[in-house]
């Protein structure tokens, strides 16, 4: 049965509804009365003392704020009350905090794909990757033509990932999109790629196999389409060729430490930080405990949480690369004049969400409690072993492409309000509340809620691992199922 209320920590003078609290209602918390001044809704803050004007208000045993007007005891604590106390780039001391990786029974199996390079992949899929926007089209077409005219065997699926770039692009902007492209093309649960380019683009097939190196000529072929006569026949014939090849690979037993998980949330409510992210945090323990990689993303969703990794960092050089992650991402923002802790969307808002310190010490928890190390650039390949942070926005398309093109398998993502969207990889929708999950079943693909309704966490992880690893065997998530599987390229400059 679900309470009505609960204290995340002891150091917190607030209390978060977990359902909808009338006015004059006597809550008890240690002990002593409560009476509710106001209705409060599910996910929102109750104040637990009198708090003044300019003192803390604490959740999660963090300040998420500061009173810019006295609060009293059983009042609704909200943007209305309550400010961030973050500004600008700050300073940060070295404290690191002794951490021991805990090896716990043994290391469970999935089913994957082994490629001839070593790398290992949870799907068998062909992929057109254009080169540059103009040909998003024709690579459709050629999609198309071939599921209607082929038997695509035991292959599971042929998916276009379109983009609008790929030419009239400067600096950063260029890079990134030939960064993450080739990520793509790389990407072990692509059984064979088609690139597919135009001619006359910046981002040349000429160049882009330079940038590639070393490949399988028989899986990565490519097509420029103003060089040959009929391109939709071309195209049909190469996959053809591709897709012979992979219908002969097969799944094979390998341990868990060969996944690499994306941690990333949107939508997030109230009680993302009390049920979801915590699930996904313990999860993150969990598969590094067995030798696996968690990624953790979204920078801007640190603030204000940030010294909690950085004391995490496994030596001084990972914090030293924190520190600058976290700082130049705030610059980024300064550089453009917009305002760095305006965060929380209006649906994080609606949800309970009041301040970046509120939504980042609740998004930070999906890390868990393991030691960072190391931290990634936009569209660098993870090379280490255990919790990496990843340089990337918030946004959750950019954030999820970002996320599975630095070789994540999977990206799990926590919602409190609900999203259909999927990146390339499978992208694990967890809720965190119960309504969205029965609302939208086509949508989410597992329910955190339940820790509200005396769940313990450890039964809920146990069926989240069973879970996971069935996805990883082969088991589709509701993104694959619905046919939505996209990619978003991280834009920061001009466009000629």
């Not at 254009?130 to 024709?138: A, F, I, R, S």
Request: charged share 25%; aromatic share 8%; net charge negative.
């Amino acid at each position: 049965m679900m309470k009505d209320y609960i204290r995340i920590n002891e150091k917190d003078n607030t209390l978060i509804a977990l359902k909808e609290l009338k006015q004059g209602t006597v809550l008890i918390d240690s002990g002593k009365e409560i009476e509710l001044l106001e209705n409060i809704k599910p996910g929102h803050k109750i104040a637990t003392v009198d708090i003044y004007q300019g003192e803390n208000i604490i959740k999660y045993g963090y300040p998420i704020g500061h009173a810019v007007k006295n609060i009293e005891k059983g009042r609704w604590i909200h943007t209305h009350n309550i400010k961030t106390n973050l500004d600008g780039t700050l300073d940060y001391k070295y404290n690191p905090i002794n951490m021991e990786v805990k090896r716990i029974g043994k290391t469970p199996e999935f089913n994957g794909y082994k490629r001839k390079n070593g790398d290992v992949g949870i799907r068998n899929e062909l992929w057109i990757v254009p080169t540059v926007g103009c040909v998003n089209g024709t690579a459709e077409i050629i999609a198309n033509r071939l599921k209607a005219e082929n038997d695509l065997g035991q292959i599971d699926g042929i998916h276009v990932y379109k983009h609008n770039y790929g030419c009239s692009q400067l600096g950063d902007d260029f890079e990134n999109t030939r960064t993450i492209l080739l990520d793509l093309v790389k990407h072990p649960n692509a059984g064979g790629v088609l690139v597919l380019g135009l001619g006359c683009e910046n981002n040349t097939i000429e160049d882009f196999i330079v940038e590639l190196g070393e490949y399988d000529k028989e899986r990565i072929k490519f097509l420029k389409t103003q060089a040959v006569g009929n391109e939709i026949e071309k195209g049909v014939n190469i996959l053809k060729e591709i897709l012979e090849v992979i219908n002969e690979d097969s799944r094979e037993n390998m341990p868990i430490s060969e996944l690499k998980v994306g941690l990333k949330c949107g939508g997030s409510d109230g009680f993302s930080g009390i049920t979801a992210n915590p699930l996904l945090g313990a999860f993150s323990d969990y598969l590094i405990n067995h030798g696996g990689t968690t990624i953790l993303t979204e920078v801007p969703e640190m603030f204000g949480a940030e010294t909690i990794l950085m004391d995490r960092a496994e030596s001084e050089s990972v914090f030293d690369n924190i520190v600058n992650l976290i700082n130049d991402f705030k610059q980024y923002f300064i550089q453009h004049g917009q305002p760095i802790y305006e965060n929380p969307s209006p649906g994080n808002k609606e949800g309970g969400i009041s301040t970046l310190e509120d939504k980042s010490l609740g998004c930070t928890q999906k890390g868990g409690e393991s030691k960072v190390v190391d931290v990634l650039r936009y569209g660098e390949i993870v090379k280490k072993k255990g919790l990496n942070l990843l340089n990337a926005p918030g946004n959750d398309l950019v954030a999820s492409t970002a996320l599975g093109a630095s070789g994540c398998h999977i990206v799990l993502f926590t919602t409190g309000r609900g999203t259909p969207f999927g990146s390339f990889v499978p992208t694990v929708k967890v809720s965190s509340n119960s309504e969205i999950f029965k609302l939208k079943p086509h949508w989410i693909d597992f329910n955190a809620g339940v820790l509200l309704e005396d769940i313990p966490m450890e039964t809920l992880l146990n069926n989240f691992i069973e879970y996971l690893i069935k996805v990883a065997s082969g088991e589709y998530v509701n993104n694959e199922k619905n046919g939505i599987k996209e990619i978003a390229i991280y834009k920061t400059g001009v466009t000629l």
